[in-house]
């Protein structure tokens, strides 16, 4: 053997073996269509599993926001506004793909169960020590560096508009979990005294109270009953208190309410309460996208206290009551019986039962910053009163909306009912109405808010019905856009789209989901136009 060839190194006649195999013509073609088969395996069963679920997708492209539907009165300020938008759409079309993708919704949620069994969890929900999870927010609201917008202008707004009426203003601003319950996601605060705060909180408390306002502080009392009683103050898997926790807050408030703010003597209202247990799973749970099968994080029973009328009727809001209380998911959970927590066991409930006089509530589960008070300026600018008798006002809103929350101000000055421009069907009636979508408010992805329900806005016009004298109309139409967190058919919905539903008047069903969480829509002329509640026929 020549001397060269010893030589040779293995890698050497590795090359010249490889080099010299050969390869039969059907075996290669086996070899390409096994490879075609994996490349392709992906795309092709996205495209026939959107044929079922294209209705996601249409998600994709809301509507823009239409010229002149925000009040700028410069160039830039609408080109800015136009970006924001086309912004804000993109993101939502990379979401609604990802949300719709065959692949991606069969293997999250396994994914997701091996990264929880490790400590990590997702965008919207972190790991606390088992069986505790925290919602991002919350968390955020701790560690951040400030607020986005000045809270305190907001609520000196709303003091100053309510006192012009004779009305006091009780600001009641709730804390987060991992302020009450820091131990739970590190033992770094595993002795604290005090509620976990950030700095711009206080800041703001100072300033709030220099000013002449109110402010119930439920903090403390959670700590309190904390070490006392060395049993958790909320839900484990969820973002809220527990019921008993709850229904303390509203034994403090109205021991807060007779010293600084006491109301004339009323007859008792005869409120009774009875013990109710619920077992269910948490909201942030649900937010981890885990598989059905996993036994990690199980449902939580509570025992509610449930409020009832002297005739055994289940408590509801008055609003010929002298206190209204403007609230968001803190108050309605345990009263609104679509968050799966029971209902007319809530704050409002609570704190009527312990006065034994009526309340009124206004309550919306998401956008505690301004989404009560819009509600309420929208119905005084329409002229219906909602603060006609009102002594006291309670606005409660989650601690986290001091750093992410909207705090716009917001008029709430009593306007003139104007003879309504759009259709709505007379009391306990309903109405089958085709007509043509001009407007419809995004709809958030499912997994990214706590929330499991969500109502939409849309504004049809062109309105046509069998009903005779009904041509052209138009209408501003309450729907269902996600529900027990699975988009509906209205996130396929687009502009220019005609569509069919049944109406019924808002208020028939207002008692029941007003505090479901609602995207309003942009042009606030229609804002102001008296809703009608739509259901998609099948």
Request: hydrophobic content about 40%; aromatic content about 8%.
């Amino acid at each position: 053997m020549p001397e060269t060839t010893l030589q040779q190194t293995r890698e050497q006649i590795a090359r010249q073996e490889v080099g010299q195999t050969t390869v039969g013509r059907g075996i290669a073609w086996v070899l390409v269509a096994q490879f075609l088969l994996v490349v392709g395996a992906v795309p092709l069963s996205e495209i026939l599993y959107n044929n079922f679920a294209s209705n996601l997708l249409h998600l994709a492209l809301p509507v823009l926001p239409r010229a002149g539907s925000h009040d700028s009165s410069s160039l830039t300020s609408r080109i800015v506004s136009r970006n924001r938008a086309v912004i804000r759409e993109l993101e939502q079309f990379e979401d609604s793909v990802e949300d719709a993708s065959l692949l991606g919704r069969s293997l999250r949620p396994p994914t997701q169960y091996l990264l929880a069994g490790l400590g990590a969890g997702n965008e919207q929900a972190y790991i606390g020590r088992t069986p505790w999870l925290f919602y991002r927010e919350s968390l955020d609201y701790l560690t951040g560096l400030g607020f986005q917008t000045d809270p305190r202008l907001a609520i000196l707004q709303l003091k100053e508009q309510l006192e012009a009426r004779g009305i006091r203003l009780v600001v009641m601003p709730t804390p987060v979990k991992p302020s009450v319950h820091p131990e739970y996601f590190t033992r770094r605060f595993g002795g604290r005294e005090g509620p976990l705060r950030p700095e711009p909180f206080r800041a703001l408390v100072r300033e709030l109270e220099e000013g002449g306002v109110l402010l119930f502080d439920a903090a403390p009392v959670l700590l309190e009953a904390k070490r006392g009683s060395g049993k958790p103050q909320y839900l484990a898997t969820d973002t809220h208190w527990r019921p008993e926790a709850g229904e303390l807050v509203a034994a403090r408030l109205r021991d807060f309410l007779r010293r600084h703010a006491p109301l004339p003597a009323a007859p008792p209202a005869g409120y009774v309460s009875e013990p109710v247990e619920v077992t269910n799973l948490g909201d942030i749970a649900r937010l981890l996208d885990l598989p059905e099968w996993q036994a990690r994080y199980s449902a939580e029973r509570v025992q509610l206290r449930q409020i009832r009328t002297a005739d055994n009727a289940l408590w509801r809001p008055s609003p010929s009551a002298d206190i209204l209380l403007l609230g968001d998911s803190f108050s309605n959970v345990y009263s609104l019986a679509e968050m799966g927590w029971g209902e007319s066991a809530g704050l409002a409930a609570q704190l009527s039962f312990l006065l034994q006089r009526p309340v009124d509530a206004i309550l919306q589960n998401a956008d505690g910053a301004f989404a009560t008070r819009e509600v309420l300026g929208r119905e005084l600018a329409s002229g219906r009163d909602r603060l006609a008798g009102k002594r006291l006002v309670i606005f409660q809103f989650s601690e986290r909306e001091l750093a992410v929350g909207d705090w716009k101000l917001v008029d709430l000055g009593l306007g003139q009912a104007a003879p309504g421009r759009f259709f709505v069907p007379e009391a306990g009636d309903e109405v089958i109405v085709t007509g043509i979508i001009r407007e419809i408010a995004p709809i958030p992805r499912p997994g990214t808010v706590p929330y499991a329900d969500h109502i939409t806005a849309i504004h049809l016009v062109d309105l046509s019905s069998e009903r005779e004298g009904m041509s052209g109309g138009e209408a501003l139409v309450y729907i269902w856009g996600m529900r027990n967190h699975v988009l509906q058919e209205a996130a396929g919905f687009r502009a220019g789209d005609r569509i069919t539903l049944r109406f019924r008047p808002w208020a028939d069903v207002a008692h029941q989901y007003d505090g479901i969480s609602r995207t309003e829509l942009e042009n606030e002329d229609v804002q102001f136009e008296e809703p009608t509640w739509g259901e998609v026929l099948n």
